[in-house]
């Protein structure tokens, strides 16, 4: 025999005798195993609860089992909780014990000592809808053509009930509009509502139609006051206001003057001479830069008006 074959013979030989010595040697020892919640009611979750996911257990037996569970992940047993009998309601702790080692091992005790802190939820889905958060601004000479759109619109979370968001909605990672300039698209990362949350997407897509801002002035715009049922006749000076807007160029070029309303709220005031600051109702595209003039004076009775000029000029002051 060759003395490279009698060092291979002499190993599987020693190997031999030290799995037969291994397998039949009782030791003693800590080693850990996987603890496993059962009987949880369909429907229900214990997802958030205060449980790890492996507990130290105190054993005897094989030196070769315990041996190749502790390097190689064999399997000799678990640690199981039972909670059939229990529903979804306040959380319960529970100490576990000897019983609970389901192993063909000689149990010792669970050291150290550990106690559980288990909660029964009700296990959700929902399909909730995704808010877009953002941060910056558009740059002064661009602005949204629409409201921003997200693809999927909606995402599918899953998980125990109680830590469902009270806004029901997903929201994404901030999304910057200070450098947009062009419309476009891109992704944005959804935040996960709770850790014990699972959400069936991690990313949407955000689409913008930015284009670039305008401002107008739409002359001799029609005021209309507002009157409560019963009052005195009113009288309005002046009849007329410029009105400066500003907007996406090719719809403020196409503005009509109809589009806009100028209001003045005089509800129940009293008979003589008010000034009262003007309201434009204006299309949601729209940004109202100002009224020229910004106040009116309004005459509630048979009083004679003072001179409209007043107003833009600031030569006269309105009696009050």
Same mark, same amino acid.
């Given at each position: ?149 997200? @693809?999927?619109?909606? /995402?599918? !979370?899953?998980?125990? +009930?109680?830590?469902?968001?009270? $806004?029901?909605?997903?929201? %994404? #990672? ?119 003039? @910004?106040?009116?004076? /309004?005459? !509630?009775?048979?009083? +004679?008006?003072?001179?409209?000029? $007043?107003?833009?000029?600031? %030569? #006269?002051?309105?009696?009050?």
């Amino acid at each position: 025999m060759s003395r490279i074959g009698l060092k291979i013979s002499c190993f599987v030989v020693s190997v031999i005798i030290w799995v037969q010595v291994a397998s039949t040697s009782t030791v003693e020892q800590t080693t850990s195993l996987p603890l496993r919640l059962t009987g949880v009611a369909e429907g229900l979750t214990a997802g958030g609860s205060e449980i790890p996911a492996e507990v130290k257990v105190r054993v005897q037996g094989s030196k070769l089992s315990l041996l190749t569970h502790n390097y190689f992940n064999r399997y000799i047993g678990e640690v199981r909780v039972t909670v059939s009998d229990r529903p979804a309601g306040p959380s319960f702790s529970y100490e576990l014990d000897r019983n609970d080692v389901f192993t063909d091992l000689e149990v010792v005790g669970i050291q150290p000592p550990v106690r559980l802190r288990v909660k029964l939820d009700n296990l959700v889905q929902r399909m909730l809808p995704v808010h877009v958060r953002t941060s910056g601004a558009l740059p002064a000479e661009v602005g949204m053509l629409a409201p921003m759109t997200v @693809a999927p619109d909606s /995402v599918m !979370v899953t998980g125990p +009930e109680r830590f469902f968001p009270p $806004s029901g909605m997903v929201s %994404t #990672e901030a999304v910057d509009l200070g450098r947009r300039r062009e419309s476009g698209q891109e992704s944005a990362s959804l935040m996960l509502p709770h850790e014990h949350l699972k959400m069936a997407s991690k990313d949407v897509q955000v689409r913008f139609q930015v284009a670039t801002l305008e401002e107008r002035t739409l002359a001799n715009i029609p005021v209309i006051p507002l009157v409560d049922a019963g009052q005195p006749e009113v009288g309005v000076s002046p009849p007329v206001v410029d009105v400066m807007v500003r907007g996406v160029a090719d719809s403020v070029r196409s503005l009509r003057a109809d589009r806009i309303i100028v209001t003045v709220p005089v509800g129940d005031l009293a008979r003589g001479v008010h000034v009262v600051a003007g309201q434009a109702d204006l299309p949601p595209w729209l940004t109202l830069i100002g009224l020229d003039p @910004a106040q009116f004076q /309004v005459v !509630v009775g048979d009083l +004679e008006p003072v001179k409209a000029d $007043s107003l833009r000029n600031g %030569t #006269e002051n309105p009696v009050e």
